[in-house]
């Protein structure tokens, strides 16, 4: 451990060092972002909306296999418009800012890393070093689960959806862009259920042996989040949906008993 005698003023003011590093990190980042409009839109943002991109391939391929009927050629019957003065701009500045946003996160954990580094012992700073990695890997598997299979799903369903052949449907921009960017952000999250269930287990809150008693609860849940994350009816994509997350709930049950083992607590079989 190092640094005692740092007084309030001055570990706030090494935390203000890190905080700038980060944000200067974060608009250069965003200011890159920003130069590559057409790869952002066109490739990244966009690609969604085509019916060759990879999900929906592999989407068709699997309900061909199941022999789901209706589903093996993908159809994305909507167009895509702005009806606001500035929804063009404002679109890519929100996009830019996400993607630097995700990419500063490792930059970001690593500043905090070295800002609560000199207040560890040597023990601790190896169990804080791989629970960071752990972090950033999980968000940032969360976000590409996001974008390659809830998004493309959410988009094919209610892109598609309509009450009536009176109406068509032509989305807005801005509403596109709600669904992209709030999508990716909050699966992101999600994925940090492993992370926030072993911190509760640190303060003991949760055991494994009592997650282990809600597994069927958690397969109810993983389903009710599905439908929420992914509005779709059918029990298909539903599953395509819930199996990760309920695999994310099983990943906590076992991180969850190591620490238990860890710490010398017993662990029912």
């Known amino acids: 451990m190092e640094d005692e005698d740092l007084s309030f003023w001055d570990h706030l003011h090494e935390l203000r060092k890190y905080v700038i590093r980060s944000i200067l990190v974060f608009f250069v980042l965003f200011i890159a972002a920003f130069s590559f409009r057409e790869i952002l839109f066109d490739q990244f943002l966009f690609r969604l909306l085509e019916p060759d991109f990879i999900t929906y391939r592999w989407f068709s391929a699997l309900a061909e296999y199941f022999g789901i009927s209706g589903a093996e050629k993908i159809v994305l019957d909507f167009k895509l418009i702005n009806i606001k003065l500035a929804g063009q701009f404002t679109a890519h500045i929100s996009i830019s800012a996400l993607a630097a946003g995700i990419l500063t ?12 580094k000199p ?19 999980l968000f940032l598997i969360g976000c590409a689960f996001a974008y390659f299979v809830i998004t493309p799903l959410s988009v094919l369903f209610l892109g598609n959806y309509e009450v009536s ?15 992209f960017n709030s999508t990716l952000f909050l699966t992101g999250l999600l994925f940090e259920l492993p992370v926030l269930l072993i911190v509760l287990s640190r303060i003991g809150l949760v055991s494994a042996s009592l997650l282990r008693k809600y597994r069927k609860h958690a397969v109810v849940a993983g389903l009710i989040l599905s439908a929420i994350i992914t509005p779709s009816t059918d029990p298909f994509t539903m599953t395509i949906v819930a199996i990760p997350l309920y695999l994310l709930f099983e990943i906590s049950i076992l991180s969850v008993a190591r620490k238990e083992k860890r710490h010398g607590r017993k662990v029912k079989a």
């Open 119 to 137: 207040a560890l012992f040597a023990n601790e700073r190896k169990i804080i070093a791989r629970n960071a990695v752990v972090i950033v890997f």
């Open 105 to 116: 996160l490792p930059f970001l954990v690593f500043q905090l890393w070295l800002f609560i």
């Open 165 to 179: 052949d009176k109406v068509s449907n032509t989305i807005s921009l801005s509403s596109y862009m709600s669904v």
